[in-house]
């Protein structure tokens, strides 16, 4: 009976949706549509999703949106860069700016040809996961970018994604492709005006050629009663390096999918995040660094600060294959929790199958040491500003990793203005 209600529930939700009108490949959205007709949303009790409740998100009613908010805040994290917005998953012309770079297609999947997005969905997995089948089979738009080979982009590129208006679903889709010897940096910003009880459902999927160099920011800012899913599902061919900085600061319900496929020797793989949750917020990051061939090496550092009633999940998962030896795999995920209510679920894991790896991973939650809260106070300061100090000083091991000055004075910012702050 309760499998039944729950089907009921997930097709009532996407029969309100707008099937997709991109030129995907008629199989993927064909498996994507025959995925859901057999799915009902997690929950608990489904392993992945033990931590994360997505019954708020299943009991939207989706509104169809026809129309642009006419007016909107400039959202901007990089002033001086090539930006695109999309409001609600719909490109925003007349919000984005910036001139053409050489070597470089970036466009919204509106204007891609059918040959362009040949390869959208062969990354993103469709069996058994709802949100990434919703997303395929009524995605709206998202952003089409391919690094020619040989480019080395100078400037940044940003895309900016607003979440507006009241029981909003937004799909979007994203397709990176950077080629061979090319080196991109590339900002993503989550952000909601004006929204109540919207879903942002974001997939994107990014091929990262040989001797390729990948660097994405990737900073959510949502309003409190707003939920988001964002997966990123990565391949990368040999020599390459990938980094992706992720800086959850602000959403009532966030979950990131991060899964990434080091295909090819000789990888440098970079997985950093920190979340800042308050209130009754709730993070959950997942993460899988699947090892594939051999010589390769990858750093994971997830932070976090939980306050109040918030909530956080950290799983991440390393594969080393058989066949992938003299593997460098490092993981780490760190908590401090500021309040008595505050939690934090926590598990890192590695499945070896290969005998020569250097491998470790490891798991802290605590609370600020309240010895060294009493030296800082003995030095002049006050019990708020050492606790903050010693606060912004755990967080910023993760920080430091950020390169970009644009991202992390705009992350500064942030949490100067959401939690005092003094950098």
Same mark, same amino acid.
């Given at each position: 009976?309760?499998?039944?209600?729950?089907?009921?529930?997930?097709?009532?939700f996407?029969?309100?949706?707008?099937?997709?009108?991109?030129?995907?490949?008629?199989?993927?959205?064909?498996?994507?549509?025959?995925?859901?007709?057999?799915?009902?949303?997690?929950?608990?009790?489904?392993?992945?999703?033990?931590?994360?409740?997505?019954?708020?998100?299943?009991?939207?009613?989706?509104?169809?949106?026809?129309?642009?908010?006419?007016?909107?805040?400039k959202?901007?994290?990089?002033? @001086?860069?090539?930006?695109?917005?999309?409001e *609600?998953?719909? #490109?925003?012309?007349?919000? =984005?700016?910036? %001139?053409? +770079?050489n /070597?470089?297609?970036?466009?919204?999947?509106?204007?891609?040809?059918?040959?362009?997005l040949?390869?959208?969905?062969?990354?993103?997995?469709?069996?058994?996961?709802?949100?990434?089948?919703?997303?395929?089979?009524?995605?709206?738009?998202?952003?089409?970018?391919h690094?020619?080979?040989?480019?080395?982009?100078?400037?940044?590129?940003?895309?900016?994604?607003?979440?507006?208006? @009241?029981?909003?679903?937004?799909?979007?889709? *994203?397709?990176? #492709?950077?080629?061979?010897? =090319?080196?991109? %940096?590339? +900002?993503? /910003?989550?952000?909601?005006?004006?929204?109540?009880?919207?879903?942002?459902?974001?997939?994107?999927?990014?091929?990262?050629?040989?001797?390729?160099?990948?660097?994405?920011?990737?900073?959510?800012?949502?309003?409190?009663?707003?939920?988001?899913?964002?997966?990123?599902?990565?391949?990368?061919?040999?020599?390459?390096?990938?980094?992706?900085?992720?800086?959850?600061?602000?959403?009532?319900?966030?979950?990131?999918?991060?899964?990434?496929?080091?295909?090819?020797?000789?990888?440098?793989?970079?997985?950093?995040?920190?979340?800042?949750?308050?209130?009754n917020?709730?993070?959950?990051n997942?993460?899988?660094?699947?090892?594939?061939?051999?010589?390769?090496?990858?750093?994971?550092?997830?932070?976090?600060?939980?306050?109040?009633?918030?909530?956080?999940?950290?799983?991440?998962k390393?594969?080393?294959?058989?066949?992938?030896?003299?593997?460098?795999?490092?993981?780490?995920?760190?908590?401090?929790?500021?309040?008595?209510?505050?939690?934090?679920?926590?598990?890192?894991?590695?499945e070896?199958?290969?005998?020569?790896?250097?491998?470790?991973?490891?798991?802290?939650?605590?609370?600020?040491?309240?010895?060294?809260?009493?030296?800082?106070?003995?030095?002049?300061?006050?019990?708020?500003?050492?606790?903050?100090?010693?606060?912004?000083?755990?967080?910023?091991?993760?920080?430091?990793?950020?390169?970009?000055?644009?991202?992390?004075?705009?992350?500064?910012?942030?949490?100067?203005?959401?939690?005092?702050?003094?950098?």
């Open positions: 009976m309760s499998t039944t209600l729950s089907i009921n529930k997930l097709a009532k996407t029969t309100a949706l707008t099937p997709t009108s991109l030129t995907f490949s008629q199989d993927v959205i064909k498996d994507a549509l025959a995925q859901l007709s057999s799915s009902e949303f997690p929950t608990t009790r489904n392993e992945q999703w033990k931590y994360t409740r997505v019954g708020k998100i299943a009991a939207i009613e989706p509104q169809v949106k026809t129309e642009y908010t006419r007016k909107l805040p959202y901007s994290i990089a002033e @001086n860069a090539v930006t695109f917005v999309f *609600n998953g719909i #490109f925003r012309s007349d919000l =984005s700016y910036g %001139e053409v +770079i /070597g470089v297609t970036i466009k919204p999947l509106t204007a891609c040809t059918a040959a362009e040949v390869s959208v969905g062969k990354l993103a997995k469709i069996e058994g996961d709802v949100f990434n089948s919703m997303n395929s089979a009524y995605a709206s738009d998202g952003i089409y970018i690094i020619a080979s040989n480019t080395i982009v100078q400037k940044k590129i940003q895309i900016i994604q607003i979440l507006t208006g @009241n029981q909003t679903v937004a799909n979007t889709r *994203n397709y990176l #492709f950077c080629d061979k010897f =090319s080196k991109a %940096e590339i +900002i993503f /910003g989550a952000f909601s005006h004006d929204a109540t009880n919207s879903f942002n459902n974001v997939v994107t999927e990014i091929l990262v050629e040989e001797n390729a160099d990948l660097t994405i920011d990737k900073i959510q800012y949502e309003e409190a009663g707003n939920y988001t899913i964002a997966t990123e599902n990565v391949q990368q061919a040999k020599d390459s390096t990938f980094t992706i900085n992720t800086l959850t600061l602000n959403g009532t319900i966030v979950r990131n999918n991060l899964t990434i496929n080091v295909a090819g020797t000789n990888c440098t793989t970079n997985l950093n995040g920190a979340y800042l949750l308050k209130e917020q709730h993070v959950d997942h993460t899988v660094v699947d090892h594939l061939t051999p010589h390769c090496n990858s750093n994971e550092l997830y932070k976090g600060v939980i306050d109040d009633k918030a909530t956080a999940v950290f799983n991440g390393v594969f080393v294959r058989k066949d992938a030896q003299k593997i460098n795999a490092f993981q780490s995920n760190g908590n401090v929790l500021l309040s008595d209510n505050a939690s934090v679920n926590s598990k890192p894991e590695l070896i199958y290969a005998d020569d790896v250097k491998c470790s991973h490891g798991s802290t939650t605590g609370q600020l040491d309240e010895e060294a809260v009493f030296y800082l106070r003995a030095r002049g300061l006050s019990e708020k500003s050492a606790r903050h100090l010693m606060v912004s000083a755990f967080i910023g091991d993760v920080l430091e990793k950020i390169e970009s000055e644009d991202v992390l004075a705009f992350t500064q910012k942030i949490l100067q203005e959401r939690f005092g702050w003094e950098f």
